[in-house]
Every structure is written in structure tokens, then in C-alpha cells.
């Protein structure tokens, strides 16, 4: 079982940054893909980050350029770096790790989330 727990979440203002940290349980760390997915109130939960076991990154177009997903394998953590933050990027950010083996997802672990807000 591997547990997730992000932090960093908070209020801020437009065009202000953020760092969200997710931090995992276990040994298996660095076998996992990583991806941090955000939910605002009556919304869809939207994909907005994923990087691999690799290192290779992927955005969702509503923060490509502004936000950047890394990984230290060593701390068991994966990092949202969130700039040039808009109201619209409010919404609770939650982390995800899954495992795959022939583009089929063996196991996934999601965390419980973390508040961000931007507003003047």
C-alpha cells in the first residue's frame, strides 16, 4: 500500500506563485508514473501534469508553461510548481502514482488533496 499526501496549498494572488509537494510512502517509489489532477466545485476533476518513471512530462494546455511536475526519487516526493497562477486555477490539487505494464494500469494511489485559491 502506498499513501500520498500533498501539501503546500494555500491562498495567493493572481499572478503569484505556489509549490505543491506530494509525499509517498514505500520503497517502490521511483517504478511509479506520477500526475497531479485539480477539482474545482461543480466541476469535472481535470489531468493538468504527469511525468514518468523517465523523467518525459506532459501539461494540460490550461497550464502549459506556467506549471512544472518533477520528481525526487530519493525524498519520495513529486513537486507542482505553480506560477503565474490564475483564479481560474483555483481548486483542490490532488496528486496521483500508478504503476503500468503494457499500457494497462496494474495499481494507482490517489492523495486527498490540497486547497489552492487565487484571489485579489
Known amino acids: 500500500q502506498v499513501q500520498l499526501v500533498e501539501s503546500g496549498g494555500g491562498l495567493v494572488q493572481p499572478g503569484g506563485s505556489l509549490r505543491l509537494s506530494c509525499a509517498a510512502s514505500g520503497s517502490t517509489f521511483s517504478l511509479y508514473g506520477l500526475d497531479w489532477y485539480r477539482q474545482a466545485p461543480g466541476k469535472q476533476r481535470e489531468w493538468i501534469a504527469a511525468?514518468?518513471?523517465?523523467?518525459?512530462?506532459n501539461y494540460a494546455d490550461s497550464v502549459k508553461g506556467r506549471f512544472t511536475i518533477s520528481r525526487d526519487n530519493a525524498k519520495n516526493t513529486v513537486y507542482l510548481q505553480m506560477n503565474s497562477l490564475k483564479p481560474e486555477d483555483t481548486a483542490v490539487y490532488y496528486c496521483?502514482?500508478?504503476?503500468?505494464?503494457?499500457?494497462?494500469?496494474?495499481?494507482?494511489?490517489w492523495g486527498q488533496g490540497t486547497q489552492v485559491s487565487v484571489s485579489s
Open positions: 496521483h502514482a500508478e504503476m503500468t505494464f503494457s499500457r494497462t494500469t496494474l495499481i494507482d494511489y
Open positions: 511525468i514518468s518513471t523517465g523523467g518525459s512530462t
